[in-house]
């Protein structure tokens, strides 16, 4: 048998990796938390003027699908829900870090979500964990595969390592799994350079 790649083969891997370099161009993708890196698609959140990244369905769809949760289509409405609950993410994990205890409201949003999505999780053909999405309602089960991972870390054991980036102009959520609990920012490689670079500037 040979091991030579078709041409398909070839070319799909090419598109895939086209895809990759587009999504790290756009998006923050090294968060460890699924949940924490979908909040991450509005950065700069301290700064006075946020920066959305799903600012189109095509945008959501390629996050998704770097994600492990790719669809074939994204409609307005479903945008519009997701952003719904990206920022609902965002307010929970917020009040966790200073009270511990997530807004009602918010809740309801991410239980919600929780309920009406229908994935399932299952091992692909290299015993890889991957999430199989429904046909009918793809967007909506990657949605709750979302607020799931959100529950999951809001309201689990590691909920007081739960923090706002102090770095100039984030306050983007992670999850400091620092051994001595006294890590600052949310990524060494961006907001920790860009403190670190700003203190050798002002020596």
């Known amino acids: 048998m040979s091991n030579r790649l078709s041409w398909f083969e070839q070319r799909s891997m090419v598109v895939r990796e086209v895809v990759t370099v587009e999504a790290r161009q756009l998006f923050r993708l090294d968060n460890e938390v699924l949940a924490f890196r979908f909040t991450a698609t509005m ?3 301290a700064d006075g003027a946020p920066q959305e990244r799903l600012s189109s369905h095509d945008r959501l769809k390629l996050w998704l699908h770097v994600a492990g949760l790719g669809v074939p289509d ?4 479903e945008l519009q829900e997701a952003l719904g609950l990206r920022e609902a993410i965002y307010r929970a994990g917020l009040a966790v870090t200073v009270t511990h205890r997530p807004d009602p409201g918010d809740a309801a949003i991410l239980n919600r979500a929780t309920t009406a999505g229908q994935s399932r999780p299952a091992l692909d053909e290299n015993g890889l964990a991957v999430w199989n999405l429904g046909e009918e309602a793809p967007v909506r089960d990657a949605l709750g595969v979302l607020a799931a991972d959100a529950i999951h870390v809001l309201g689990g054991p590691d909920r007081d390592r739960i923090k706002a980036c102090e770095g100039p102009g984030c306050a983007g959520l992670f999850l400091d799994t620092s051994r001595g609990g006294n890590r600052r920012w949310c990524s060494m490689n961006t ?9 050798l500037a002002n020596k």
């Open 43 to 45: 950065s700069d959140r």
């Open 74 to 77: 994204v409609s307005p409405s």
């Open 191 to 199: 907001c920790g350079n860009r403190v670190k670079k700003a203190r």
